[in-house]
């Protein structure tokens, strides 16, 4: 069965304090790692996707690291209002629909 | 271009009752979802539809049904409503064809059975 965990589940870090979040995934071949940010009362928002051991991607401060059995979303100097939670999903070549299969978040505050 | 619109945004509903979520897209998109959201769990696949006329379950699709009659729309009915169907749920949609298959998400529905 594909599983995603995240950890921690809540992260508060000073603003500047750059810290990292994981996701650890079990997947029957990986199609593509994702990652969203979600706010308060609204969707989530796409940041990005990987798809081989390996791969980084980058935006502002967000840097998204995959190796072939977890994947790490570094936040460099974070600033308040990086706080959101942040969902991490896979996709996988047998998930019917190619739908994505979501870990259960973890909740990142940044104080000033 | 609106992107992915659900409606109501919110709604509160008696025990039994029925009532439809509303989901439209005007990105042309042909892969549609509904998910749900839990306090403190991971969003949960409901259906998906990969074009008009076709739907299939995922992972919670009990109470549930949806119907595609249109690539823009996709609504999903809920049939004698239950407190364990209080939730938050949200619509998405991607394209067929995409570089990196992302999904896009609507606002999302709070649904309360009481």
């Known amino acids: 069965e594909d599983q995603v965990t995240q950890s921690p589940e809540a992260l508060r870090l000073q603003e500047g304090e750059s810290s990292s979040l994981n996701c650890s995934y079990t997947?029957?071949?990986?199609?593509?790692l994702f990652w969203y940010r979600q706010d308060p009362g609204k969707g989530p928002e796409f940041l990005f996707t990987?798809?081989?051991a390996g791969e980084e991607k980058e935006k502002e401060r967000l840097k998204a690291t995959l190796t072939k059995k977890e994947s790490f979303l570094h936040i460099t100097a974070p600033k308040p209002e990086d706080s959101a939670t942040y969902l991490c999903?896979?996709?996988?070549?047998?998930?019917?629909?190619?739908?994505?299969?979501f870990g259960k978040g973890t909740t990142l505050s940044v104080s000033s | 271009n609106a992107g992915v619109t659900q409606t109501p945004k919110f709604r509160i509903l008696k025990i039994g009752q029925s009532m439809t979520l509303q989901c439209a897209q005007d990105?042309?998109?042909?892969?549609m979802y509904w998910y749900r959201q839990d306090p403190g769990m991971g969003l949960k696949l409901i259906y998906y539809?990969?074009?008009?006329?076709?739907?299939d379950k995922g992972e919670v699709p009990n109470g549930y049904n949806v119907s595609r009659s249109t690539t823009e729309d996709f609504p999903l009915r809920l049939e004698l409503a239950a407190p364990s169907q209080t939730s938050v749920y949200f619509c998405?949609?991607?394209?067929?064809?995409?570089?990196?298959?992302?999904?896009?998400f609507g606002s999302g529905t709070q649904l309360s059975v009481l």
């Open positions: 998405a949609s991607r394209d067929r064809v995409s570089t990196n298959e992302k999904l896009f």
């Open positions: 997947v029957s071949g990986l199609r593509g």
């Open positions: 990987l798809y081989s």
């Open positions: 999903a896979v996709q996988s070549y047998n998930q019917a629909g190619t739908a994505l299969i």
């Open positions: 990105m042309n998109h042909n892969y």
């Open positions: 539809s990969v074009g008009a006329g076709i739907t």
